[in-house]
């Protein structure tokens, strides 16, 4: 039975599956003694475990199988909820979710899980765990409690154990000790491979070829060995091999592992109908009275890629009716344009509700994630996340994670306090971190807070000065505002200890410059003592877009209406001069103008107009007035990219085909403003 045709179903329901371990293992730290919380993960445990096995994924099988032997024996009161036991089944579940992407990636969702699978028969057993037990940064050989290094094998392997037994093959489990002065580790194993390759075949190691070649292990290693040469010949030829110390070759029997079979449902659809907790479509389906049937379907995200792309071609089209039905004298063309825009505007926002993706898809990544840091820093930090259903287009979806994931380990490790600094400034110890979404007007705001000791700003100014950031006489004019968003200055960092977390001169300006691509801004706020505010603004989508057309001479441009706060007729006697640069008093504020016609040096005429045509656009706190020919009206174009060839074009984003055929290049402001 080919069992392509339902991997996409498979990986789709698998991540639905382990996310929702996952969220109720965080639940169950909170109320360890809720049995339901149990019984949710176990059901979600047991599906995708007979889905994997169906599949014929037996890595992904087998531990999600030990980690429902642990699960079971929980609610059935025989093992207590712990810190130290949800750390191993956290672990577990991270296991779950490489294997998984791999095989989303393409891969053969295999993986070395040894490690974890010994702690998880250790909790089933019963025995208790060390409180400095970490899975993540172990680099010691693991042992199971039947004295093998290498655990439980899988079925292919058993298989070709027993053919090479038949077969008059030794088995071998060898030992292989390092000189502690050993600087190539991964070289010195490299050798040791294909000496032993030569004369026979590795089955397995311990630790994983990963992590020897990652040089991720102390100085010793197990390899599981078939070959004809005698123990004492194989010794000799490892010890041949500069910087081995020591060599221990003896049998390996298969007896520990003759009953080592995967469980296998005997169909996968059964066990998800059985198991699979029921949504609340479903259990609202199952109400008396209710027969309707199931009225959601999976659709591959390039379908809808495809779709939006045909739309936007019927965008353009509709662009040009509209263009042929002003020009003309035509009643009915002109009615039935009409109705076609008043359609197609319907069938646009479809289509954009369609690619709508919850942010909690991106959010629900966190808690584990803020969880393992504040237990590496030390630190007490409650999560709350608020708006998580808030909907954003799945393409700026996919590109926000990284830039939140920056901002989140920022706050942890700079601004939230350990608990003893945070009791001396009378705080409580337990910081509190909030990630909050919400929609204003055809925006997502994203936010995260913390209640930290703020950016301390005279720290600030004085890493800026040492940097070349900024000169004196620009410190001294800087507004609160303005130092604090130095932070997100190219290079800029005040760690002053070089950690995993933070503090590797990769700053925030990466962070900066990727919501930038995407349209979007990011402002910084704080009060120093008290914690920072860091406020994301996102498009709703980056496919089609509302925008000002203008006009520059004989060129048509766009400008996103995203940015703009205004237009304005100004007379060129209100202009006033400033640092050598043309401003105007814009209510109350002073706005640099830039004339758009000379940094694109476009000819100008010696007489110029008494009346400046100006878009006042804005890009944080910081506007601008840009100076254009004339104003042609708003209009909803398709953002075309300008393709590899003109890339880094400087202050133009894309482009755009207009009704009349012509292309339109659209101008990023923001690049103006800076």
């Not at 825009?341 to 069938?347: A, F």
């Amino acid at each position: 039975m080919d069992m392509n045709q339902y991997l996409e179903v498979f990986i789709d329901e698998s991540k639905e599956h382990i996310q929702n371990i996952n969220d109720q293992l965080l639940l169950l730290e909170k109320d360890p003694n809720n049995l339901d919380l149990v019984n949710e993960i176990f059901r979600s445990a047991h599906t995708l475990k007979g889905m994997a096995a169906t599949m014929g994924y037996e890595d992904l099988a087998d531990l999600t199988h030990k980690l429902e032997n642990v699960l079971d024996k929980v609610r059935n009161n025989e093992i207590i909820i712990d810190s130290n036991m949800l750390d191993v089944v956290l672990e577990a579940v991270e296991g779950l979710e490489e294997m998984t992407l791999s095989i989303a990636e393409g891969g053969d969702g295999k993986k070395d899980v040894q490690a974890i699978v010994s702690e998880l028969k250790r909790i089933e057993a019963g025995e208790s765990l060390e409180s400095d037990s970490s899975l993540s940064t172990s680099n010691q050989v693991q042992e199971n409690k039947t004295g093998s290094p290498f655990g439980e094998l899988n079925e292919f392997e058993i298989t070709v154990l027993q053919e090479s037994v038949e077969q008059d093959f030794f088995q071998y489990q060898i030992h292989v000790s390092l000189r502690k002065d050993c600087l190539l580790k991964a070289a010195r194993v490299y050798m040791v491979f294909e000496v032993l390759e030569q004369i026979g075949e590795v089955m397995k190691s311990n630790p994983s070829v990963e992590d020897l070649e990652s040089e991720n292990f102390d100085f010793d290693f197990y390899v599981l060995f078939v070959s004809k040469e005698e123990a004492t010949s194989i010794e000799k030829r490892i010890l041949k091999v500069s910087e081995v110390e020591a060599v221990h070759v003896e049998s390996y029997t298969l007896s520990e592992n003759k009953n080592q079979k995967q469980e296998k449902p005997n169909n996968m659809v059964n066990s998800e109908q059985k198991d699979q907790p029921q949504s609340k479509a479903q259990t609202d389906q199952s109400q008396p009275g209710n027969q309707a049937v199931n009225k959601t379907i999976r659709v591959n995200i390039d379908r809808l890629d495809d779709l939006m792309n045909l739309f936007e071609e019927l965008v353009i089209d509709k662009g040009r009716l509209e263009q042929i039905s002003y020009e003309s004298d035509h009643a009915e063309l002109k009615e039935t344009v009409e109705r076609m825009s008043r359609v197609s505007g319907d069938l646009q926002n479809i289509i954009l509700n369609m690619r709508m993706v919850s942010i909690a898809q991106v959010f629900n990544r966190f808690p584990r994630m803020v969880r393992k840091l504040t237990r590496d820093l030390g630190k007490k930090v409650d999560l709350v996340i608020e708006g998580a259903e808030t909907e954003l287009d799945r393409t700026v979806i996919d590109e926000i994670g990284d830039p939140l994931v920056h901002l989140i380990r920022n706050a942890l490790d700079h601004g939230i306090e350990t608990p003893e600094e945070r009791m001396e400034q009378g705080k409580p110890e337990t910081g509190t971190l909030l990630l909050k979404a919400y929609h204003s007007g055809n925006h997502v705001f994203v936010e995260i807070e913390d209640d930290g000791k703020g950016i301390q700003k005279q720290k600030v100014l004085k890493k800026a000065l040492s940097n070349g950031i900024i000169t004196n006489e620009q410190a001294e004019n800087l507004e609160e505002h303005q130092i604090n968003e130095l932070i997100l200055a190219s290079g800029f960092s005040t760690a002053e200890q070089i950690s995993d977390i933070s503090g590797r001169g990769v700053g925030l300006d990466v962070v900066k410059n990727k919501i930038e691509s995407l349209g979007g801004n990011i402002t910084v706020g704080s009060t120093e003592g008290k914690g920072s505010l860091f406020s994301i603004q996102l498009p709703l989508t980056l496919s089609i877009i509302s925008a000002l057309l203008i006009k520059i001479q004989e060129d048509t441009f766009a400008i996103p209406l995203s940015s703009i706060i205004e237009t304005a007729i100004v007379k060129k006697e209100d202009v006033l001069r400033a640092h050598n640069k043309e401003v105007i008093d814009f209510r109350g504020k002073v706005v640099p103008l830039v004339d758009i016609r000379r940094l694109f040096e476009y000819s100008l005429d010696e007489q110029d107009d008494e009346l400046y045509s100006v878009i006042i656009v804005r890009k944080g706190n910081k506007l601008s007035g840009i100076i254009v020919d004339s104003f042609i009206g708003q209009q909803e174009i398709v953002l075309k990219s300008l393709g590899k060839y003109l890339t880094n074009v400087f202050a133009i984003s894309g482009a755009s085909i207009l009704g009349n055929g012509e292309v339109a290049l659209i101008i990023d402001s923001n690049a103006l403003i800076k």
